[in-house]
């Protein structure tokens, strides 16, 4: 483990550009990870409550931004976003200008010798918190061939997801999987799974595996509305997914946020439409949120030649109406 993070934050200008940050103003990093985002966002005067479940990232981000934790302008707290509500009013952040998700895993954690990477031989574990109950061997030696199938294609979308649930059940009758190495073997073994594209046909599996193990999806959709109870009006809530499990969940979050209810039931419409009509008969009452960007912002060509992690970056942001 390296005393200073080592991970490259992605999207920076531009999410720090459409959380319109003010100086003085409280802003949530609910993945505060390295501390790339929040940094910046200290240095353009805002006040930041940041949130991660790995202690590990915590202990660098305390170290590298200790000057902002002395000024009392950053608080570092170790919790899950689940529980966001709870930790935002706890800390004195019940009413915020704007809150960042930045999902998926740091570079450090890649590095961290938790099994995160199936380009090293490590223990099986994939915690992203230590005190989680449940690792990545856990779930490939426990689960049976059916669960292992449906986890890998719900969450991950892995081809010949049969095939390799399989070889996983056949090996660990011999012996418990215990490493990456272990795990990307038996993906060697199937002969569908030997390497046809750039992606190494273990990158899939071992996401899937990661996702389950850390509860990712469910996580992300209990924080979402705690998020949006959280923001000030015209505050913003922006949103940086890996992948189209994660996407799907921030696009129909933000779609449905941005739905009014006009006062005669069952009409429902979106803001664009009320406009059309400007009539008082639609008084509505508005439900949340709307969308500052259509489509989701994605790496520009330089930055993922820079920073390749950036590749399957999206971004979404919303303001509270
Ligand atoms: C991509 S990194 C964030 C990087 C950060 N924006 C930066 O610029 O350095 C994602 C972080 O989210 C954290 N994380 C994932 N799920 C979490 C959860 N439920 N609650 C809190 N932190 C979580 C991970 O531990 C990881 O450190």
């Given at each position: 483990?390296?005393?200073?993070?080592?991970?490259?934050?992605?999207?920076?200008?531009?999410?720090?550009?459409?959380?319109?940050?003010?100086?003085?103003?409280?802003?949530?990093?609910?993945?505060?990870?390295?501390?790339?985002?929040?940094?910046?966002?200290l240095e353009s005067g805002?006040?930041?409550?940041?949130?991660?479940?790995?202690?590990?990232?915590?202990?660098?981000?305390?170290?590298?931004?200790?000057?902002?934790?002395?000024?009392?302008?950053?608080?570092?707290?170790?919790?899950?976003?689940?529980?966001?509500?709870?930790?935002?009013?706890?800390?004195?952040?019940?009413?915020?200008?704007?809150?960042?998700?930045?999902?998926?895993?740091?570079?450090?954690?890649?590095?961290?010798?938790?099994?995160?990477?199936?380009?090293?031989?490590?223990?099986?574990?994939?915690?992203?918190?230590?005190?989680?109950?449940?690792?990545?061997?856990?779930?490939?030696?426990?689960?049976?061939?059916?669960?292992?199938?449906?986890?890998?294609?719900?969450?991950?979308?892995?081809?010949?997801?049969?095939?390799?649930?399989?070889?996983?059940?056949?090996?660990?009758?011999?012996?418990?999987?215990?490493?990456?190495?272990?795990?990307?073997?038996?993906?060697?073994?199937?002969?569908?799974?030997?390497?046809?594209?750039?992606?190494?046909?273990?990158?899939?599996?071992?996401?899937?595996?990661?996702?389950?193990?850390?509860?990712?999806?469910?996580?992300?959709?209990?924080?979402?509305?705690?998020?949006?109870?959280?923001?000030?009006?015209?505050?913003?809530?922006?949103?940086?997914?890996?992948?189209?499990?994660?996407?799907?969940?921030?696009?129909?979050?933000?779609?449905?946020?941005?739905?009014?209810?006009?006062?005669?039931?069952?009409?429902?419409?979106?803001?664009?439409?009320?406009?059309?009509?400007?009539?008082?008969?639609?008084?509505?009452?508005?439900?949340?949120?709307?969308?500052?960007?259509?489509?989701?912002?994605?790496?520009?060509?330089?930055?993922?030649?820079?920073?390749?992690g950036s590749r399957s970056?999206?971004?979404?942001?919303?303001?509270?109406?």
């Amino acid at each position: 483990m390296t005393n200073s993070s080592r991970h490259v934050p992605v999207l920076l200008e531009e999410t720090i550009d459409l959380l319109k940050i003010k100086t003085g103003k409280k802003y949530i990093d609910a993945t505060l990870g390295g501390g790339g985002h929040t940094k910046k966002i200290l240095e353009s005067g805002g006040l930041v409550l940041g949130i991660d479940r790995d202690p590990e990232a915590l202990e660098k981000v305390k170290k590298d931004l200790s000057e902002y934790i002395k000024q009392k302008k950053l608080i570092v707290y170790r919790g899950s976003f689940e529980n966001l509500d709870t930790i935002a009013r706890e800390n004195g952040f019940g009413e915020i200008n704007g809150i960042l998700f930045d999902l998926g895993m740091s570079s450090d954690q890649f590095e961290s010798g938790r099994g995160f990477s199936f380009m090293k031989d490590e223990p099986l574990d994939m915690r992203m918190d230590p005190d989680l109950g449940v690792t990545a061997a856990d779930l490939a030696n426990a689960l049976s061939q059916k669960e292992l199938f449906g986890l890998f294609t719900k969450l991950a979308q892995v081809e010949r997801a049969r095939e390799i649930a399989g070889a996983i059940v056949k090996r660990r009758r011999l012996a418990p999987i215990k490493t990456t190495r272990e795990l990307v073997k038996i993906m060697e073994s199937v002969p569908v799974c030997r390497r046809q594209t750039n992606l190494h046909p273990a990158t899939k599996v071992f996401m899937a595996l990661r996702i389950a193990v850390n509860n990712e999806l469910e996580n992300l959709e209990k924080a979402l509305p705690q998020a949006c109870g959280l923001l000030e009006i015209g505050g913003r809530l922006a949103v940086i997914s890996f992948h189209q499990g994660e996407d799907k969940i921030v696009k129909w979050f933000f779609r449905q946020r941005s739905v009014v209810i006009p006062a005669k039931e069952g009409i429902y419409l979106d803001r664009s439409q009320v406009k059309q009509f400007d009539s008082p008969m639609l008084t509505a009452e508005v439900s949340g949120m709307t969308e500052v960007n259509k489509e989701p912002i994605m790496a520009s060509a330089k930055e993922v030649q820079f920073n390749p992690g950036s590749r399957s970056a999206k971004l979404r942001v919303a303001e509270k109406l």
